[in-house]
């Protein structure tokens, strides 16, 4: 109705077609809106997909590949194939929950992943895990995706390598960007021992359990996890750091030491034992000796005196 009234004459109001006449008139005005229009449009989406592939870079790129393979959890190339939308945002929200609640897709991603659960991200909206879909499901369509995976050579790995590891664990040499050592929250094998810090949990098969080098390395680079990324965010390990703790993981988790070490302990036990009962023997037989001897004498003495009489 307004507009109607509007576009009568006698109103003299004008519409927005009215006044957009004015860049048909001049020239010079035309382009620069159209400019400014392009410029909006130009930087406005990329600012904001370059956002959201931040966000995936920090919470997501750890775990996950678009393209090149699955790494902790799948390869999300395509996964929009693979579950609809709604399942997904779900499951992004709280994955726990999901798997919890028996779900059998749940069930079989989970047994896939060997049991490693992905972590429920802070502050995750059903917006924000729609735009990461959006997302993931654009850079799916791409050739090669910026968060495709780099089938990098990482072995093959030396003793050495191996040996600096051990050395960055301990502590005793220090990371490059001054992170604390593993060994104040960790222990391998037998190292640290009573020593290794207990608050994170023993790393001895962690290769294994985080499902190869390439999988761990990924995860070292950007550890995902709470406490993890508070220590390591902002004090990242470098690449060389990362291959030689990798390494020394991997050779810590196949060598025989943590056998060693226990049947030392029971060498050990064994002969202290032995050797404790000698000891104890001896004792015995010394101070048992002499008791037996103080109760025997006197009764010797006396049958003798008896059998005398
Ligand atoms: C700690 C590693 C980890 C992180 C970080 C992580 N995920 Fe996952 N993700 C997994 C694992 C593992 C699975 C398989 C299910 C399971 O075991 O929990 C999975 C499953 C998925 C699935 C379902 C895949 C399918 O095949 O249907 C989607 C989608 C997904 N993740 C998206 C994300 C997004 C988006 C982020 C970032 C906000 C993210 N994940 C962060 C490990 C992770
Ligand atoms: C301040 C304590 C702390 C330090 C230092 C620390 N971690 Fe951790 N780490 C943890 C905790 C706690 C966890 C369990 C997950 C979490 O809360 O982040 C963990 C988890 C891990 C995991 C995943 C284990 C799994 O089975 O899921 C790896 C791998 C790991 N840390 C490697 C390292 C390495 C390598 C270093 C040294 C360069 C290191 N951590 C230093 C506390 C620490």
């Not at 159209?34 to 990329?46: D, E, H, R, T, V």
């Not at 060498?267 to 023997?281: H, P, Q, R, T």
Request: hydrophobic share 40%; aromatic share 10%.
């Amino acid at each position: 109705m307004k507009r109607i009234i509007g576009n009568q004459l006698t109103s003299g109001k004008r519409t927005l077609f009215d006044r957009s006449l004015f860049l048909l008139k001049s020239p010079l005005k035309t382009i620069t809106f159209f400019m400014l229009f392009g410029l909006i449009l130009g930087y406005g989406s990329p600012a904001q997909s370059q956002d959201i592939a931040q966000t995936f870079k920090q919470n997501c790129s750890s775990c996950h590949w678009i393209g090149g393979g699955r790494l902790i959890g799948p390869d999300l190339k395509n996964v929009s194939q693979r579950k609809d939308r709604d399942w997904h945002v779900r499951f992004i929200l709280d994955p726990k929950a999901m798997i919890d609640s028996g779900d059998p897709y749940a069930k079989k991603i989970f047994a896939e992943a060997k049991n490693v659960l992905m972590l429920k991200v802070p502050g995750m909206t059903a917006k924000l895990a729609n735009d990461l879909l959006d997302f993931i499901e654009a850079e799916s369509k791409l050739d090669s995706s910026q968060f495709a995976g780099k089938k990098v050579a990482l072995g093959p790995f030396s003793a050495e390598d191996a040996a600096k590891g051990l050395e960055l664990f301990t502590g005793r040499t220090k990371l490059e960007n001054n992170a604390p050592g593993c060994i104040n929250c960790h222990t391998v094998n037998s190292v640290g021992g009573s020593l290794g810090g207990r608050l994170g949990p023993d790393l001895t098969q962690v290769v294994a359990r985080l499902q190869g080098r390439t999988a761990i390395t990924s995860w070292l680079s950007a550890p995902p996890t709470a406490t993890m990324k508070s220590q390591f965010q902002n004090k990242p390990l470098n690449e060389q750091e990362i291959k030689s703790l990798v390494a020394y993981f991997e050779s810590s988790a196949n060598n025989d030491r943590y056998n060693f070490d226990s049947s030392i302990i029971w060498i050990a036990v064994i002969f202290c034992g032995f050797g404790g009962s000698l000891f104890g023997l001896i004792l015995f037989s010394g101070i048992w000796g002499k008791r037996f001897r103080a109760v025997r004498h006197p009764l010797v003495k006396l049958s003798k005196i008896r059998g005398e009489s």
